[in-house]
């Protein structure tokens, strides 16, 4: 059983919806991660929030809007979503960002995204 | 641009015997480095971490570092068939990010 924990597990959508993924743990974790991963391929970071604040955007389009209420929660919010964007999206956590080393992070299951 | 490479395999190696996964990174400025373990479907699960130079032991797996020659390797010791994976070496990147290699994918035979 993983600590952090993803829903929904699967979802399909069409490009006109908007749906939204969410990330939960509960390790008193203070960074916070999204990654997107295409079949074959490692994970690609999206987002890193640190302290409820976001640190890193890597150049994601738009259509992806991150969000992070508190610092035990983390939602990706989706809108006109593109067929290419189907990939599992995997939410990860980590004690901090880290200094000098960097601390281990931990995935949650990720949620698969099929886009119709 | 830190990057890192791995032998996309596949690495076939009998039960009991050691499977040895090698990666090597770009940046000499690198600091954290982990290894995590992908099932087909799944998510990635953290293996080990090494932050300093030698050999980093967790049962049935040892980590090792050597910074001089910018590689990490991670063996397995007694290889069983449901350690048949990929396995994904990632070094941390200056944002508290990881930075991941494209994964080694391990068969282990009966």
């Known amino acids: 059983d993983t600590e952090v924990t993803q829903t929904p597990k699967h979802l399909v959508m069409g490009m006109t919806n908007k749906k939204s993924l969410k990330c939960e743990q509960h390790?008193?974790?203070?960074?916070m991660y999204w990654y997107k991963q295409k079949a074959k391929k490692p994970p690609e970071l999206m987002f890193v929030?640190?302290?409820?604040?976001?640190?890193i955007n890597e150049s994601v389009p738009s259509r992806f809007s991150p969000e992070c209420p508190n610092s035990s929660l983390l939602n990706l919010h989706l809108h006109a979503l593109q067929p290419e964007d189907s990939a599992l999206y995997l939410c990860?956590?980590?004690?901090?960002?880290?200094?000098?080393?960097?601390?281990?992070?931990?995935f949650g299951d990720g949620t698969r995204l099929s886009i119709l | 641009q830190k990057e890192v490479e791995q032998n996309s395999g596949p690495l076939s190696v009998p039960e009991g015997a050691i499977a040895s996964l090698n990666c090597t990174y770009s940046?000499?400025?690198?600091?954290?480095f982990f290894w995590y373990r992908q099932y087909s479907g799944k998510s990635p699960e953290l293996i080990m971490f090494?932050?300093?130079?030698g050999d980093k032991e967790d049962g049935r797996f040892t980590a090792q570092l050597n910074k001089a020659s910018q590689y990490v390797s991670l063996l397995i010791r007694d290889s069983q068939p449901s350690d048949s994976a990929t396995y994904l070496c990632?070094?941390?990147?200056?944002?508290?990010?990881?930075?991941f290699g494209k994964g080694t994918k391990l068969s282990v035979k009966p």
């Open positions: 990860a956590s980590s004690q901090d960002k880290g200094t000098r080393f960097n601390q281990p992070q931990h």
């Open positions: 940046d000499r400025g690198s600091q954290s």
């Open positions: 390790m008193g974790h203070r960074a």
């Open positions: 990632a070094l941390g990147g200056s944002q508290g990010n990881l930075i």
């Open positions: 929030y640190s302290y409820e604040k976001l640190s």
């Open positions: 090494i932050y300093s130079n």
